[in-house]
Protein backbone atom coordinates (compact mmCIF):
# COMPACT_ATOMS: atom_id res chain seq x y z
CA UNK A 1 0.00 0.00 0.00
CA UNK A 2 1.02 3.43 -0.67
CA UNK A 3 0.26 7.09 1.12
CA UNK A 4 0.30 9.76 -0.68
CA UNK A 5 0.68 13.17 1.67
CA UNK A 6 0.68 16.86 -0.17
CA UNK A 7 1.75 20.18 1.31
CA UNK A 8 2.79 23.63 0.52
CA UNK A 9 -0.82 24.85 -0.85
CA UNK A 10 -2.11 28.10 0.51
CA UNK A 11 -2.75 31.63 -0.65
CA UNK A 12 -0.53 33.85 -2.77
CA UNK A 13 -1.50 36.67 -5.06
CA UNK A 14 -1.35 36.67 -8.80
CA UNK A 15 2.15 36.31 -10.05
CA UNK A 16 3.22 34.95 -7.16
CA UNK A 17 4.73 31.75 -6.90
CA UNK A 18 4.40 28.54 -4.62
CA UNK A 19 5.91 24.99 -4.43
CA UNK A 20 3.97 21.89 -3.84
CA UNK A 21 5.79 18.59 -2.35
CA UNK A 22 3.90 15.27 -2.33
CA UNK A 23 5.74 12.65 -0.29
CA UNK A 24 4.90 8.68 -0.76
CA UNK A 25 5.47 6.61 1.72
CA UNK A 26 6.71 2.60 0.77
CA UNK A 27 9.13 0.93 -1.42
CA UNK A 28 9.24 1.39 -5.33
CA UNK A 29 9.09 5.22 -5.79
CA UNK A 30 11.63 5.16 -8.22
CA UNK A 31 9.83 2.93 -10.51
CA UNK A 32 7.07 4.75 -10.44
CA UNK A 33 5.29 7.53 -13.06
CA UNK A 34 4.23 11.08 -10.69
CA UNK A 35 1.74 13.39 -11.70
CA UNK A 36 0.13 16.50 -10.52
CA UNK A 37 -3.40 16.68 -11.08
CA UNK A 38 -5.79 19.48 -9.77
CA UNK A 39 -9.70 20.43 -9.71
CA UNK A 40 -11.44 23.91 -9.22
CA UNK A 41 -14.82 23.85 -7.71
CA UNK A 42 -17.80 22.91 -10.37
CA UNK A 43 -15.08 21.43 -12.73
CA UNK A 44 -13.41 18.22 -13.56
CA UNK A 45 -9.79 17.07 -12.28
CA UNK A 46 -7.70 17.76 -14.88
CA UNK A 47 -4.17 16.65 -15.77
CA UNK A 48 -1.38 19.29 -14.98
CA UNK A 49 2.22 17.46 -15.50
CA UNK A 50 4.02 14.12 -14.88
CA UNK A 51 7.74 13.16 -14.39
CA UNK A 52 8.89 9.29 -15.65
CA UNK A 53 11.16 7.15 -14.19
CA UNK A 54 14.04 8.56 -15.86
CA UNK A 55 12.77 11.81 -15.22
CA UNK A 56 11.35 12.71 -18.74
CA UNK A 57 8.73 15.70 -17.84
CA UNK A 58 5.57 16.62 -19.66
CA UNK A 59 2.95 19.29 -18.67
CA UNK A 60 -0.49 20.61 -19.77
CA UNK A 61 -0.49 23.54 -22.20
CA UNK A 62 -2.31 25.44 -19.92
CA UNK A 63 0.93 25.49 -17.66
CA UNK A 64 3.73 25.16 -19.71
CA UNK A 65 6.46 27.12 -19.24
CA UNK A 66 5.28 28.75 -15.82
CA UNK A 67 5.23 25.58 -13.38
CA UNK A 68 8.09 22.61 -13.63
CA UNK A 69 7.65 19.18 -11.79
CA UNK A 70 10.79 17.20 -10.24
CA UNK A 71 11.39 14.43 -8.54
CA UNK A 72 13.91 12.93 -5.25
CA UNK A 73 13.83 9.51 -5.10
CA UNK A 74 16.41 9.77 -1.84
CA UNK A 75 13.28 11.36 -0.35
CA UNK A 76 10.55 9.59 -2.18
CA UNK A 77 9.47 12.83 -3.11
CA UNK A 78 7.57 14.58 -6.23
CA UNK A 79 7.66 18.23 -6.03
CA UNK A 80 5.14 20.78 -8.22
CA UNK A 81 7.49 24.23 -8.82
CA UNK A 82 4.40 26.98 -9.49
CA UNK A 83 5.77 30.32 -10.79
CA UNK A 84 3.42 33.52 -12.00
CA UNK A 85 0.30 32.38 -10.93
CA UNK A 86 -3.17 33.47 -12.10
CA UNK A 87 -6.42 33.15 -10.61
CA UNK A 88 -7.15 30.31 -12.97
CA UNK A 89 -4.69 28.21 -11.35
CA UNK A 90 -7.35 28.14 -8.36
CA UNK A 91 -8.00 24.40 -7.44
CA UNK A 92 -6.94 21.80 -5.33
CA UNK A 93 -4.06 20.01 -6.22
CA UNK A 94 -3.42 16.24 -5.88
CA UNK A 95 -0.43 13.47 -6.50
CA UNK A 96 -0.79 10.77 -8.10
CA UNK A 97 1.57 7.39 -8.10
CA UNK A 98 1.30 4.92 -11.34
CA UNK A 99 3.14 2.08 -10.91
CA UNK A 100 2.35 -0.67 -13.59
CA UNK A 101 -1.93 -1.62 -13.06
CA UNK A 102 -1.62 0.17 -9.90
CA UNK A 103 -2.60 4.01 -9.03
CA UNK A 104 -2.54 6.07 -5.87
CA UNK A 105 -3.65 9.69 -5.39
CA UNK A 106 -3.22 12.30 -2.29
CA UNK A 107 -5.48 13.46 -0.46
CA UNK A 108 -4.85 17.55 -1.64
CA UNK A 109 -4.01 20.19 -0.96
CA UNK A 110 -5.52 23.83 -1.38
CA UNK A 111 -3.81 26.41 -3.91
CA UNK A 112 -6.19 30.10 -4.14
CA UNK A 113 -4.80 32.78 -5.88
CA UNK A 114 -6.25 36.03 -5.42
CA UNK A 115 -5.97 38.62 -7.79
Known amino acids: QVELVESGGGLVQAGGSLRLSCVAS????????MGWHRQAPGKQREWVASIGRSGTQTYSNSVKGRFTISRDNAKNTVYLQMNSLKSEDTAAYYC?????????WGQGTQVTVSS
Open 26 to 33: GSGFGFSV
Open 96 to 104: RLTRGASEY
